[in-house]
């Protein structure tokens, strides 16, 4: 596996953990509001304030810095080819 392959990897496997935990977020907050369960709602929001500390902002910052040398590796690769 290369370098390049490698960041690629983690860019997506960070981008699936934090779209995948803001979808069951919003599921969850849904459930809850239609519920007109206010304390669940409340619950909720306490617990997507300690998610976010640990996954969301992580994986946000992991999809962005990993897709970065990707980017700049694949666009080298693509010059060296194209020209």
Same mark, same amino acid.
């Given at each position: 596996? %290369?370098r390049?392959? +490698? #960041?690629v990897f983690?860019? $997506? #496997?960070?981008?699936? /953990? @934090? +779209?995948?935990?803001a979808?069951l977020? $919003?599921?969850? #907050?849904?459930?809850? =509001?239609? /519920?007109?369960?206010?304390p @669940?709602v409340?619950? #909720?929001? *306490?617990y997507?304030?300690?998610?976010?500390?640990?996954?969301?902002?992580?994986s946000?910052?992991? =999809?962005l810095?990993a897709?970065?040398?990707?980017f %700049?590796? /694949?666009h *080298?690769a +693509?010059a060296? =080819? /194209? *020209?």
């Open positions: 596996m %290369s390049y392959e +490698f #960041l983690i860019h $997506v #496997l960070a981008a699936a /953990a @934090w +779209f995948g935990a979808l977020a $919003v599921v969850l #907050l849904e459930v809850a =509001t239609r /519920a007109s369960d206010t @669940w409340v619950r #909720l929001g *306490g997507d304030e300690k998610l976010a500390q640990f996954l969301f902002i992580p946000a910052i992991i =999809t810095l897709v970065s040398p990707s %700049s590796m /694949a *080298g +693509f060296r =080819t /194209a *020209g």
